[in-house]
């Protein structure tokens, strides 16, 4: 049964709790309103909102120039000036140079720079400083005792679990002792790597809630293979040198003596704590059902935490606040913003496979984005126009952007995705002069009309073609466009099956003669691109924003009702508080902010 109290406090001299920023905002500012006043500045931008959303790299080349993508979004000195530079140019004048080196940039035009430096300033700081531990518990790689507990896991994993369970335990412990979580719930718990380590290295209660059997299956065949193993060593210890022995020795005879400042080598160990597993399907904020499969006593606090719930799921944690008294605290990173769903009128594609969520098909979703009042209030709007009731809307294709990682791009890598996507995008112009999707052939205005950036709100018609999913294709498959047209026809082929078969037969020299036309145009491909993924991180930081206000909504109104019941005598409220900090390594695991919230309660005056 697990224990009556939580773990003692963790010796770190540095915990998660709310430091001067409630967001780790850039040295810019010097408050977290000013800093999201700025980033909702941006987000209203004409230009800023083309590339958050209103471009997508399959209309790249739907159009032929002057009325293509490309000449349409950007200005003509920004295109000359970027297609004069090579590729790891332009990553390193957006993401490392100075702003110094920026303005300084031979022949970059001034507007360009200034907005380089303005959309930098609106991104949140991912660096991470690991919190100073002087128990010394994380382990060092995998040549410690504790290796069982790794086993299965890859480098990038190791690196996750490792520096969020520091995070969890340092984050827990630091919770005042009468409102210390009893248990931590892990969302989506897979094959409980993190559980297991929280419960053996640091001693806590957790509960594992996972929809898939196999994942259950596997953890608990896991638990009991790591319990075994860590019992044994901690029974014999580690292998002593023969200067450990001496010292031992030395220690022992000290003690014989009656000497007072004998040490103790012996390291303390954690209890360990108990792990169990509940299979559920996580559709909501309302976890009560999960408490049943706790003992009453004490009152079950549950601390809920999460390692990359993809899209609702880290919804459904925030909410949990709201709909799961028991729930007190928790610390959650999420991730795949392109499953998130949309609270007005969806953009969610769903993939190829069998949907078992039919919220989904929804055209809105009460758990999607924005979550908070702060980004959905209606704004008053022109007499005759429909009201726009969320301040910044995201669609899929911003979604999807914000899980780009620029950061970490290489030369190599970045090659390898920029071929993916311009075969994808001269696919797409292949399947529009076939007549087997469809695309809007409005004319756009003509090229002397003011560009995005000058507009001040004049939008420009850009091409939208039918999407066709194609899913993954194998590696072979991008050795060349002609290759790629072989793989992926098939499938497009499945999708339409009401089209004639002729359409489908491409002969070879007209994939070809497709390389040929287009083959000048694939930097452009990748300028556009690269700036798509350098907006991104605006994206993010507004989903971040939004889902620390919705926690601080929460715990105002959880005031306000707690005031409204009435005085009581010699007692006070105190206010739950929410925040966002780094939980590890950008480079190792894009997805590093984590969102901490603690709820108010009552106390003593």
Avoid at 123 to 143: E, F, H, I, M, S
Avoid at 271 to 294: A, C, M, Q, R, W
């Amino acid at each position: 049964m697990p224990r009556a109290t939580s773990p003692p406090p963790s010796e770190s001299t540095t915990i998660p709790l709310p430091q001067a920023h409630s967001l780790p905002i850039p040295g810019d500012f010097d408050n977290v309103d000013d800093y999201i006043e700025h980033l909702i500045e941006l987000h209203k931008q004409p230009f800023i909102a083309t590339l958050c959303g209103g471009v997508h790299i399959l209309d790249f080349f739907a159009r032929d120039p002057p009325y293509d993508v490309y000449t349409q979004v950007l200005p003509q000195a920004w295109c000359t000036f970027l297609e004069s530079l090579e590729m790891s140019q332009i990553l390193e004048l957006l993401l490392h140079s100075s702003t110094e080196t920026i303005l300084s940039t031979p022949n970059i035009p001034a507007d360009f720079a200034t907005w380089i430096i303005e959309v930098r300033k609106g991104c949140l700081n991912r660096d991470y400083t690991p919190p100073a531990r002087n128990n010394q518990r994380r382990p060092d790689g995998l040549k410690s005792k504790e290796a069982n507990l790794f086993v299965g896991m890859k480098e990038k994993k190791i690196h996750e679990v490792a520096h969020f369970a520091d995070f969890v335990d340092d984050f827990a412990s630091s919770i005042e002792e009468a409102e210390r979580p009893t248990h931590i719930v892990d969302f989506g718990s897979g094959q409980g790597y993190l559980p297991r380590l929280l419960a053996v290295r640091y001693g806590w209660d957790v509960v594992g809630l996972e929809g898939r059997e196999e994942n259950l299956k596997g953890a608990r065949e896991m638990d009991a293979f790591v319990l075994n193993r860590e019992q044994k060593a901690r029974r014999s210890g580690p292998r002593k040198t023969k200067g450990q022995r001496a010292a031992e020795r030395r220690a022992k005879a000290a003690e014989c003596c009656g000497c007072e400042d004998a040490e103790e080598n012996e390291e303390e160990l954690v209890e360990f704590g108990k792990v169990d597993y509940i299979h559920t399907f996580i559709e909501s904020g309302d976890l009560n059902h999960i408490l049943p499969h706790l003992p009453p006593e004490p009152t079950p606090k549950l601390t809920i935490i999460s390692l990359h719930s993809c899209g609702n799921l880290l919804h459904h944690a925030l909410k949990s606040l709201v709909e799961t008294p028991n729930v007190t605290s928790l610390a959650v990173i999420g991730c795949c913003y392109n499953l998130m769903t949309e609270r007005y009128g969806t953009t969610y594609k769903p993939p190829l496979r069998v949907i078992t969520t039919p919220y989904l098909f929804q055209t809105a979703d009460e758990n999607g984005y924005p979550l908070s009042h702060f980004l959905r209030e209606e704004e008053p709007q022109p007499e005759g126009r429909a009201v726009e009731k969320a301040k910044v809307h995201l669609n899929i294709t911003a979604r999807s952007m914000a899980c780009q990682a620029i950061q970490n791009w290489t030369n190599e890598t970045s090659d390898a995705f920029f071929t993916r996507h311009f075969y994808r995008a001269l696919l797409q112009r292949v399947l529009v002069d076939r007549k087997i999707v469809n695309v809007s052939r409005k004319p756009a205005p003509e090229p002397e009309v003011k560009t995005e950036v000058e507009a001040n709100g004049e939008t420009k018609e850009l091409p939208k073609g039918t999407p066709i999913i194609i899913g993954s294709l194998r590696k072979p498959a991008y050795a060349s466009f002609k290759s790629y047209v072989t793989h992926a026809m098939p499938k497009i082929k499945a999708l339409l099956p009401h089209l004639p078969e002729s359409q489908f037969q491409i002969p070879d020299e007209e994939v070809e003669g497709y390389t040929e036309r287009f083959g000048d145009r694939r930097k452009q491909l990748c300028i556009i691109w690269t700036l798509m993924a350098f907006v991104a991180g605006l994206v993010e930081s507004l989903i971040l924003v939004d889902r620390l206000k919705f926690c601080e909504e929460v715990f105002a109104e959880e005031e306000r009702k707690w005031r409204e019941s009435g005085p009581k005598e010699g007692k006070k409220w105190v206010r739950g508080r929410a925040w966002v900090r780094v939980g590890f390594e950008f480079e190792h695991s894009p997805r590093n902010l984590v969102i901490c919230a603690v709820k108010g309660h009552e106390v003593d005056a």
